[in-house]
Each structure stands twice: as C-alpha cells, then as structure tokens.
C-alpha cells in the first residue's frame, strides 16, 4: 500500500477483553515501530522490530502486552484483560533503513476500555 | 535515559503574527524531529535536524539545532490559520533507535 496501514481504527472493549491491533507497514520496510498516544500526551515508545526480530520490548508497560512481526512485514500487537488505563491511541510507524530512515506513521488505533 | 521537554504546551496566536516554541532534551541525541499532528490524524513529519547549527525551513516553518544547549527551536513566520496543529518535537539516543517525544504544543491561529 501507499502507506502504514491500520486496523482496526476503532476499537471499544470492556475491562477483561483481549484485543489485537494490526499494523501493515510500508512494503518492503525493515524497521516497525509501535507507540501508545494517551489524550493530550506524546506519543511513548512501545516496541520495535527489525525484520521479525523484536530487540527492544523496553517500553510494554505490562506483560499483559505482546507484540509480534512472524513474517517481517505485519505486525500484531496484542493486550490481554485490558484495563481502562490501556485506552489510548496506538500508532504503528515503519522504515526502509536499519538507520537514517525516516520513519512514516499510521494512522493509529483508537482503544477505548470501559 | 533521554527526557524531552517542549513549551509552550498550549499556544493561541494571531495570523500575521511571529512565535517560536521550544524543545529541550536532557541527554545527547543523535537526531531531532519536528512532527505535525492533526486532530484524529497521524504524525505528518516536518524536519529532521542532523548537526549542531543545522537550520531547516519549509513555508512559514523554520526549525534549528543546538547541540551545546540541547535545545531545537521551531519558528513560526507571519501565522496562518492552516498551521493550527500539534507540533511536537522528538529525539533519537541513537541512530536508528526509538524516538522520545515531548509533550507536544497545540498550536491554534485566530483569524
């Protein structure tokens, strides 16, 4: 596709659910990227893949959060028994290079937990 | 661990008018970013400033770099109501890492 694409791009759940949120990058990018947007805040750094090698999972707040890229092109980023402070937007980004590549954004998934 | 601080945070301007929001960020950084983002929309990238000194300018945006201060500037010239955005700044520990965001500024421009 043209760009990062996302799915779903709303998503209500209630306390407990299980979700996953899909990110397809940028064909042929090696670098993904995932951020969790609060209202009124920056984006903060979840995740990131290079190809399907995850080397950094620093920023998952919790271990109710996985991330996965199996194939080194879609990425799945799963919550378990979400909670009301996991409502956020989550924004998947992709690059072309390991390094010096600008990094182009999704349109993000909108979670909201009752 | 690098921290990013904008400010202003909210900022309501005239058109026709000047202003310069500000970044600050505690730690080297290889890279820092300037990005848009329009309510409900993604993060529409401005600049990216390599080097102490670098000065970058699209339209009525101009963004610099000091590395010695750690502080990044982004300059508004001669506001327009199309610039009404959030603009937030982001830094890079190091090439090809994750970025830190600031906080973001809301920008609003008043006829």
């Known amino acids: 596709g043209a760009g990062v694409s996302q799915s779903p791009r709303y998503k209500v759940a209630k306390r407990g659910q299980d979700v996953a949120l899909r990110c397809d990058p940028i064909?042929?990018?090696?670098?993904l990227f995932w951020y969790q947007q609060a209202l009124g805040q920056g984006p903060e750094f979840l995740t990131y893949?290079?190809?399907?090698?995850?080397?950094?999972k620093s920023g998952l707040p919790s271990d109710r959060f996985f991330a996965e890229r199996p194939e080194g092109s879609v990425s799945t980023l799963k919550i378990q028994r979400t909670q009301q402070e996991d409502s956020a937007v989550y924004l998947c980004?992709?690059?072309?290079?390991?390094?010096?590549?600008?990094?182009?954004f999704g349109e993000g998934s909108r979670l909201t937990v009752l | 661990e690098l921290k990013v601080e904008q400010n202003p945070l909210f900022l309501s301007m005239q058109e026709g008018k000047n202003y310069t929001i500000y970044c600050n960020y505690s730690?080297?950084?290889?890279?820092l970013y300037w990005y848009r983002q329009d309510p409900g929309k993604s993060l529409e990238s401005l600049f990216v400033?390599?080097?102490?000194?670098a000065v970058k300018q699209e339209g009525r945006l101009m963004a610099s770099l000091d590395t010695k201060a750690r502080l990044s500037t982004l300059h508004i010239t001669a506001a327009v109501h199309d610039l009404s955005a959030t603009y937030f700044c982001?830094?890079?520990?190091?090439?090809?890492?994750?970025?830190?965001f600031g906080e973001g500024t809301q920008l609003t421009v008043n006829p």
């Open positions: 982001a830094g890079e520990e190091t090439s090809g890492s994750r970025l830190t």
């Open positions: 980004a992709s690059s072309l290079a390991l390094i010096d590549g600008e990094l182009f």
């Open positions: 893949f290079q190809n399907e090698a995850q080397l950094d």
């Open positions: 064909s042929g990018h090696v670098s």
């Open positions: 730690t080297t950084s290889d890279r």
């Open positions: 400033l390599l080097s102490n000194g």
